[in-house]
């Protein structure tokens, strides 16, 4: 399976970008997707993440109320919509796919997307 990260980049402190994460070689629709983050120097964070049908969202404390993920199963596509970001929230952004196949548990990354929130 591949996940390919894209739409990270400058934005002011307040702006919005929205990421897009494609899948492909793995049953997408039964995945449950997350975004995560890692600041330079710190561990890598849970961000969001969305069940396999989209009926259910989580979302970090810091982000609640500005981010918001969604999916398109019929594209392969998970999305992570971010408002009023946060000059501390400059970071790579990365997708990640966790689903089982033949009773295995699986659990793909993408390459990452950097956004740097500056003025």
């Known amino acids: 399976g591949q996940l390919v990260e894209s739409g990270g980049g400058l934005v002011q402190p307040g702006g919005s970008l929205r990421l897009s994460c494609v899948a492909s070689?793995?049953?997408?629709?039964?995945?449950?997707m997350s975004w995560y983050r890692q600041a330079p120097g710190k561990e890598r964070e849970l961000v969001a993440s969305?069940?396999?049908?989209?009926?259910?969202?989580d979302y970090a404390d810091s982000v609640k109320g500005r981010f918001t993920i969604s999916r398109d199963n019929g594209k392969n596509t998970v999305y992570l919509q971010m408002n009023s970001l946060k000059l501390e929230e400059t970071a790579v952004y990365y997708c990640?796919?966790?689903?089982?196949?033949?009773?295995?548990?699986?659990?793909?990354w993408g390459q990452g997307t950097r956004v740097s929130v500056s003025s």
């Open positions: 990640r796919a966790a689903y089982w196949y033949s009773a295995q548990y699986y659990v793909r």
């Open positions: 070689g793995f049953a997408f629709s039964s995945s449950t």
């Open positions: 969305i069940t396999s049908n989209g009926g259910s969202t």
